[in-house]
């Protein structure tokens, strides 16, 4: 038997060594958090160290597919071949679902592709290929679809998350201009003759003007887009629009919007579709899954509309006169600078401008530890996992409210490797008072498993900073760890301790609970009104000591905001008598509102009972386990059925028998010892 298994592992690891099926290289920049127009439902993201992606969301007959891998590649053709971490169930047998798509590189911050496979009904009509997990696939057999590739119509765009406005593309010609529009929703049409629409002030920009006419176009609230991709089929132009609104709810405002477009008898004509643009869609004919149709008129069009506008012989004459002169100017002032810098240079050797004297050494730079790429799970963010972008020492959540502005991302700009420190600086700028300021957040770091990390911030506490330790100067100040790290306040206590978590690695991450916690409790819980779970509950931190376990089904009243009533405990620390546990949610997801990913407990021992306060994220500083905190749900009285410390209490007969019996060992011991010095010695003589 052992015989026929060994051989089958061995044929299958053969089978996928020789075909190549082990693994590819994503793009450099394929790393966190990307908007994509073919997922409507969320932004994906981008492990690049694992070369997989969270996102491309998929139906599978009954099977949801959330998350992929990439399998294979085809660098010559740009081909990758992901493969989903989830099985579809296809009639009781279990099947691998794929995506291969060809991608090329639109700017520095967005990339279309397209995806190479057959429409499956049984996957909501989307492209996948769909294969017994028996079946060994590479791009050779998993981007051949047999019904023919999919046309350009079909494109999908990528756009790097925060860099939208770096994304853009000029629009297509037809669209360049000022125009009325109507706009058809397949009842009713609004916005007829009081409209207007322009691609002419910024030829890369949509802007809607909704106090003419408020209909939403392009699933924006403020109104405005940006071209992002687009080709033309036939007669029409395919264009995919990017939604410049500074968030989306994925719900009835969306990232992505393609139309088709085509110009006939004067006016120019369009219809919409969430997403990408369908195979069959048609310029003048609502689509199924879009908005409507728009007819527009020009008030005017854009001078040299067209790539190749056609000009007068006197004019091209002027214009190569004109770029002639320009040039000839050009080449004696840059000729003129280098002479002037090398002349100053022998004179003023040591000489610096004004921009590098403010620049301290070691500032607007630095290096994150290694393993911080990708969706980690972050304690003092109660709204949304965080995201690291390694390569570009970015980070998007921490967000907060300074004065009237809100920051959502963050660059490390200083590091003091010594004593681990990181220097975060916002990528906003918020307006205090009319001046533009930045806020800074340093972290002090340490490392606790492999697949978790505790910090505290360095930092004064905000109020106009929603109570949260920031830092916030004028922009004109210049910030470095010496400067940014050093609040006048003094540094926070380790009760403030914030727990940083790898996403998909919480088991992974567990510590010991602390000794208080250590057994199987009856427990009540008291949310400031309301006792519940006296007398018919249980709390186990006895089965597994990095562990907590609610049953439910004796008292249903929500724990540490969880659905399954189970938690590792991720960190812990002592302050005088109280220790405080940052516990991790072990649900495999959180929505952010009525469950949350962390608690942490202000626990004491007292009189043979414990007592714990909760609070949503991290402690605060004057955390009491006997009241119930402002951002908690209550407190807990526990009594162990039995409990479990570090160090058990032992009657005084037992004592005695332990003594006893250390005493007789040690006895025992001597007496071998000095037999055999007294035998060696004899043998010796």
């Known amino acids: 038997m052992w015989k026929l298994a060994f051989c089958l592992f061995l044929s299958l690891w053969t089978t996928n060594t020789i075909l190549g099926v082990s693994g590819c290289t994503l793009p450099a920049d394929w790393d966190g958090v990307w908007h994509d127009s073919s997922d409507s439902t969320r932004d994906i993201t981008f492990t690049r160290s694992s070369s997989s992606a969270v996102g491309w969301g998929v139906t599978v007959y009954s099977s949801t597919i959330t998350s992929w891998t990439c399998v294979d590649e085809d660098t010559s053709n740009n081909l990758f071949l992901f493969q989903s971490n989830q099985e579809a169930d296809v009639f009781g047998a279990p099947h691998d679902v794929y995506r291969c798509i060809k991608w090329g590189k639109l700017t520095d911050y967005s990339y279309s592709y397209l995806i190479y496979a057959n429409i499956e009904s049984n996957a909501q009509s989307k492209r996948v290929l769909v294969l017994p997990n028996t079946t060994v696939t590479d791009t050779s057999s998993g981007c051949t679809p047999s019904n023919g590739l999919p046309s350009a119509i079909e494109t999908v765009v990528l756009v790097k998350k925060d860099y939208i406005a770096n994304a853009t593309q000029n629009c297509q010609s037809p669209l360049l201009g000022s125009y009325n529009y109507s706009f058809y929703d397949g009842s009713s049409t609004y916005c007829d003759g009081t409209s207007f629409w322009d691609v002419c002030s910024d030829r890369t920009q949509m802007v809607v003007n909704y106090t003419l006419c408020p209909t939403t176009q392009f699933y924006s609230s403020g109104g405005v887009a940006y071209c992002a991709y687009s080709t033309s089929v036939g007669s029409n132009y395919y264009v995919t629009v990017i939604n410049a609104d500074s968030t989306v709810d994925f719900s009835s405002s969306f990232r992505f919007t393609c139309y088709a477009v085509k110009s006939s008898g004067g006016l120019v004509y369009a219809s919409d579709n969430k997403g990408v643009c369908l195979s069959n869609q048609d310029p003048q004919t609502k689509s199924a899954t879009g908005t409507g149709t728009l007819t527009f008129s020009a008030y005017e069009t854009c001078p040299f509309t067209s790539d190749s506008a056609p000009e007068s012989s006197s004019s091209i004459g002027l214009i190569a006169g004109a770029v002639a002169g320009v040039l000839v100017i050009a080449v004696a002032v840059a000729v003129g600078i280098v002479l002037y810098k090398k002349h100053k240079a022998r004179i003023k050797p040591n000489e610096h401008s004004d921009e590098e004297k403010v620049q301290p050494p070691g500032a607007y730079s630095c290096t994150l530890p290694a393993d911080w790429d990708g969706d980690y799970h972050d304690s003092s963010d109660t709204t949304r996992d965080i995201t690291f972008t390694r390569s570009s020492s970015n980070v998007v959540g921490w967000g907060l409210n300074v004065y009237s502005s809100t920051i959502t991302t963050w660059t490390c700009v200083d590091d003091d490797t010594s004593i681990n420190v990181l220097l975060f600086r916002s990528d906003q700028k918020p307006d205090v008072f009319g001046a533009p300021h930045n806020v800074y957040r340093c972290m002090k770091w340490e490392k606790l498993t492999d697949y978790s990390y505790s910090y505290l911030i360095y930092a004064n506490i905000e109020s106009n900073a929603q109570n949260k330790r920031v830092l916030v100067m004028p922009n004109t100040t210049v910030v470095d760890t010496s400067s940014g790290c050093n609040p006048s306040n003094g540094i926070p206590s380790a009760i403030e301790t914030v727990v940083l978590i790898k996403k998909g690695y919480i088991a992974n991450a567990s510590q010991n609970c602390p000794s208080p916690l250590l057994g199987s409790f009856n427990y009540s819980f008291n949310d400031g009104s309301t006792t519940s779970c006296d007398g018919t509950s249980v709390w186990d931190v006895c089965s597994d000591r990095t562990q907590m376990i609610v049953n439910y089904t004796l008292c ?88 479990i410390s570090d160090t058990t209490d032992t009657s005084n007969d037992n004592i005695g028998v332990i003594a006893g019996s250390v005493t007789g060992v040690f006895l025992l011991v001597a007496a071998v010892v000095a037999g055999i010095l007294i035998y060696k010695k004899y043998q010796h003589n």
């Open 556 to 643: 249903s009243t929500t724990q540490f905001y969880s659905n399954g009533g189970v938690a590792f405990c991720a960190f812990s620390t002592s302050v005088g008598s109280n220790y405080y546990v940052t516990v991790v949610n072990a649900d495999s997801t959180v929505n952010f509102y009525g469950t949350f990913r962390f608690t942490c407990y202000a626990v004491k021992s007292s009189g043979g009972l414990v007592y714990a306060s909760d609070n949503k994220g991290v402690c605060l500083p004057n955390q009491d386990p006997q009241t119930k905190s402002s951002t908690g749900t209550g407190t807990l009285t526990f009594s162990a059925f039995p409990f």
